[in-house]
């Protein structure tokens, strides 16, 4: 009798240990695992092709290259730096353009130069310009034809007399943008100030939405599927993609959170976007002096 209640005491014990066990396990396999369905959806599709980049991430908030880094291990994205550039920002000539260049260069990212407004072109050398991976800019900073110098991110600097002529004026900065400065790709692509974007759909009208698309596959300048701001639309997206033009993936962001390219990675299935209708720079290894 005694011996049988060890026993049971015993199976109940080795049960009791075995189901611990069992738990404990099944947490830290849990953990190990990408609890992100975007992250997971990341993974597919560089397996099956895709190169995922980020061209457009900047080191603001406070942001460090090695928390970026660690951002990148942790979502499987490969990143391109960028360093603004032009008239307000912190690089405005040569020597502070090559200094911020060779304080990064070494790590394992693409370098890139956001130039800035439009004066940019004449403020650095051809040389200096081509050390980066790949430059970009967008037409977010112009001046009307009533010589107010607009950024259109800034409400109080946004000036629309009349909508079709703002348009208008904008579309003529894209192209001008698109065909006379040395860039490698256009982003912020179709971006509308505030007291427009509720009408981006009926704005960006076909014709206008082929004058950009033109632009842009006559000079050969890949365009920007940003994430922060959502755009360019699909319909854009997808018609720029049947006229040939490459996009290139990009957040912007302004503060610390890199986050995980969400629209942009909607967008290739949406538009049906493959690894072949996307951006890559030129590798500049070979010219570097
Ligand atoms: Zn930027």
């Known amino acids: 009798m005694k011996k049988s209640i060890l026993l049971i005491a015993l199976i109940v014990l080795l049960l009791i240990l075995g189901c611990n066990s069992k738990s404990k396990k099944t ?5 190990e695992l990408p ?25 603001k908030g406070g942001l460090t290259m090695e928390e970026l880094l660690k951002h990148s291990k942790k979502t499987g994205i490969d990143y391109g730096v960028a360093f603004n550039a032009g008239v307000g920002f912190p690089i405005t ?11 990064y260069k070494d790590y394992p990212v693409l370098m890139a130069m956001q130039a800035e407004g439009r004066e940019w072109v004449n ?4 040389e200096n310009i081509s050390t980066f991976d790949y430059v970009f800019t967008d037409a977010m900073t112009w001046t009307d034809t009533k010589g107010r110098r607009m950024r259109l991110w800034m409400p109080e600097e946004v000036f629309v007399d009349d909508k079709d002529d703002f348009m208008d004026q904008l579309v003529g900065k894209i192209v001008g943008v698109i065909e006379n400065e040395p860039i490698d790709l ?20 076909k014709d206008r939405m082929d004058k950009v698309i033109n632009a842009s596959v006559t000079n050969n300048i890949a365009i920007e599927i940003n994430a922060r701001y959502k755009i360019p639309s699909a319909t854009f997206i997808k018609r720029a993609k049947a006229a040939g033009v490459k ?7 302004t503060g610390k959170e890199l986050g995980t390219l969400d629209y942009a990675i909607e967008m290739i299935d949406e538009c049906g976007l493959e690894p072949a209708d996307f951006f890559k720079p030129v590798k500049k290894e070979v010219q570097r002096k």
């Open 27 to 31: 947490t830290s396999t849990e953990q």
């Open 123 to 126: 403020m650095f050398s051809k």
């Open 247 to 253: 996009f290139s993936m990009g957040t912007n962001n």
């Open 93 to 103: 000539n040569d020597s502070t353009l090559l200094a911020n260049y060779n304080q």
């Open 186 to 205: 256009y982003v912020n692509a179709t971006f509308l100030p505030d007291i427009l974007q509720a009408e981006y759909d009926a704005l960006w009208t």
């Open 35 to 59: 609890q992100n369905p975007i992250i997971q959806k990341i993974a597919e599709l560089k397996a099956s092709g895709y190169e995922i980049v980020d061209y457009h991430a900047h080191l």
